[in-house]
């Protein structure tokens, strides 16, 4: 397609399909009129940047599917443990923003259903191989009675190559609670593409830079209405009078 060609098709479209297409491509989009969206959006088709991959055609998956993954692979999962799943450290990592990104595709001929994940690592800057995170993949089935079910998984650190280790379950965590977010819209009711949670912040610093402070609840400018005097700061001998008197001569 040449060039003025592409800028016909583009010009020839509306802000709103403008604004789709860019979006879908993940270009901010917000502020700009439509001659430069016209602009924006020739400029992109000649990249031929892809989609944002799109987790709507994701088979049903849940925590079971996880739990059931797991189970197998994990020393440090059984029937009880699964109670306080959050405690652990791979939901931690979800639930704390390490897990970086998360893509999809369908392998249609196969029924299989690829995810490709990184995740930040948590104890230190860099991997064992110099990268920024531990790269990893999973399976999942794509039809018949087991759809949904984990086929396959692995990460590239240590203790993923049975495919039971923390980043691994991390990225399984962030999948099911794209998909089974509770109180918000169905995957169905719009483009379902996966977005990061928010991180704070875990740059190393020096010690002198650390600000170590206590929490105060309330606002401290307001007295209290009774003021507490702490048990071991009474002076008071609840016994009868005699005994304390016995007491007093047995010390000296």
Not at 101 to 110: A, Q
Not at 119 to 127: I, S
């Amino acid at each position: 397609m040449s060039k003025d060609s592409i800028s016909d098709t583009f010009s020839s479209m509306n802000v709103v399909g403008l604004k789709k297409y860019l979006q879908e491509r993940g270009v901010t989009v917000h502020g700009y009129l439509k001659p430069a969206l016209v602009v924006i959006a020739s400029a992109v088709e000649k990249m031929m940047l892809p989609k944002d991959p799109n987790f709507e055609y994701s088979p049903p998956f849940g925590l079971y599917d996880i739990f059931n993954h797991l189970i197998y692979h994990s020393t440090d999962y059984d029937k009880q443990g699964l109670a306080s799943y959050k405690s652990y450290d791979d939901y931690r990592l979800f639930d704390d923003g390490y897990v970086e990104s998360l893509s999809t595709t369908y392998l249609k001929e196969c029924g299989l259903h690829v995810y490709v994940g990184k995740v930040n690592p948590t104890m230190r800057m860099k991997t064992d191989e110099g990268k920024e995170q531990y790269d990893l993949w999973f399976i999942l089935e794509g039809k018949g009675p087991n759809r949904g079910s984990v086929i396959e998984a692995f990460c590239k650190c240590k203790g993923g190559r049975d495919g039971g280790w923390k980043h691994i379950a991390a990225a399984m965590y962030s999948l099911e609670f794209l998909l089974n977010t509770e109180g918000k819209d169905s995957v169905t009711s719009g483009v379902c593409l996966w977005k990061r949670r928010q991180r704070a912040s875990i740059k190393p610093c020096e010690v002198k830079d650390v600000n170590i402070s206590k929490c105060e609840y309330g606002d401290p400018s307001k007295k209290r209405k009774h003021e507490y005097v702490w048990l071991q700061n009474i002076d008071h001998d609840p016994r009868e009078e005699r005994f304390r008197k016995k007491s007093r001569m047995m010390i000296w």
